[in-house]
């Protein structure tokens, strides 16, 4: 089993930044690919960033390509997603994830998951 704890969230104005962290305890975390998602009221859980186990290759959905950067601290067993010039668009609750191996994309791929945390844009 491999528990996730997310933190950061909160309120940002339009055009701010803010950091969530993601830590994970239980199994080896290095042996974990990891994940960001999102959820918006109404609306499907999509894919927003995901790293591979060392931290070398990272991938991010066209909506914040450029905007989001995810990354990971083995030695602490945290994945971090810094997020800069947020938009309205971007108010959901995000959740992290945990695959074991190998990155993906695809939410159905991620055997474990954080409870989320709220993150709201204001016009």
């Known amino acids: 089993q491999v528990q996730l704890v997310e933190s950061g969230g909160g309120l940002v104005q339009a055009g701010g930044s803010t950091r969530l962290s993601c830590a994970a305890s239980?199994?080896?975390?290095?042996?974990?690919?990891m994940g960001w998602f999102r959820q918006a009221p109404g609306k499907e859980r999509e894919f927003v960033a995901t790293i591979n186990l060392s931290g070398a290759s990272t991938y991010y959905a066209d909506s914040v390509k450029g905007r989001f950067t995810i990354s990971r601290d083995n030695a602490k067993n945290t994945v971090y997603l810094q997020m800069n010039s947020l938009k309205p668009e971007d108010t959901a609750v995000y959740f992290c994830?945990?695959?074991?191996?190998?990155?993906?994309?695809?939410?159905?791929?991620?055997?474990?998951w954080g409870q989320g945390t709220q993150v709201t844009v204001s016009s």
């Open positions: 239980g199994r080896t975390f290095t042996a974990y690919a």
């Open positions: 994830a945990a695959r074991p191996i190998a990155s993906s994309r695809n939410r159905n791929d991620y055997n474990y």
